[in-house]
T-cell receptor, first 113, second 112 residues
Framework: EDQVTQSPEALRLQEGESSSLNCSYT??????LFWYRQDPGKGPEFLFT???AGEEKEKERLKATLTKKESFLHITAPKPEDSATYLC??????????????FGTGTKLQVIP | EAGVTQSPTHLIKTRGQQATLRCSPI?????VYWYQQALGLGLQFLLW???????NRGNFPPRFSGRQFPNYSSELNVNALELEDSALYLC???????????FGPGTRLTVL
């Protein structure tokens, strides 16, 4: 069964203090790895899709990278508005399609002014 | 472009009742997904509809069911509600199967 483990569970940063969030995954044949941001009581907001090891994507202060076993979400000079729970998810590539996406439990990021 | 919409925003039911939640996908999207997010827990996959057919189902009892209409909108039905069904129910859509999923704002279901 596909597994996603995110660490740390919670992270508290000072404004401007860069850091990385980790997503380790186990899947037999990766079709895609997804990063989302979720604010309390709201639906997840799509950030990135990564498809193959070595791929990198950036958006404002966020940069996502992918290896064969894990993905990192790097946050450069975070601001208080970056405070949210960041979710990682994977989808396997299997014959027949329609493979469900498996989500991790997320990293809750708090950025203090 | 309008995003995924869900209704109602909040729903309060008592144990044993039935709940119906609705979802309208992004225009042009044919796949609709349902997830349950209980307080403090991760997203649990419920159901996946594509082109009107149920394509995949998570580890939930049969009292969780749904359907997709010809206009690709979807509804989730939960029968014989139990207290532990209280959660945020999220709907997502994608252009086609195995494409990136975009989420709606969710329906908060409270079972008393």
């Amino acid at each position: 069964e596909d597994q996603v483990t995110q660490s740390p569970e919670a992270l508290r940063l000072q404004e401007g203090e860069s850091s990385s969030l980790n997503c380790s995954y186990t899947v037999s044949g990766l079709r895609g790895l997804f990063w989302y941001r979720q604010d309390p009581g709201k639906g997840p907001e799509f950030l990135f899709t990564l498809y193959s090891a070595g791929e990198e994507k950036e958006k404002e202060r966020l940069k996502a990278t992918l290896t064969k076993k894990e993905s990192f979400l790097h946050i450069t000079a975070p601001k208080p508005e970056d405070s949210a729970t960041y979710l990682c998810a994977v989808q396997a590539r299997r014959a027949g399609g329609y493979q469900k996406v498996t989500f991790g439990t997320g990293t809750k990021l708090q950025v203090i002014p | 472009e309008a995003g995924v919409t869900q209704s109602p925003t909040h729903l309060i039911k008592t144990r044993g009742q039935q709940a119906t939640l609705r979802c309208s996908p992004i225009s042009g999207h044919t796949s609709v997904y349902w997830y349950q997010q209980a307080l403090g827990l991760g997203l649990q996959f419920l159901l996946w509809y594509d082109e009107g057919e149920e394509r995949n189902r998570g580890n939930f009892p049969p009292r969780f069911s749904g359907r997709q209409f010809p206009n690709y909108s979807s509804e989730l039905n939960v029968n014989a509600l139990e207290l532990e069904d209280s959660a945020l129910y999220l709907c997502a859509s994608s252009r086609f199967q195995s494409d990136t999923q975009y989420f709606g704002p969710g329906t908060r279901l409270t079972v008393l």
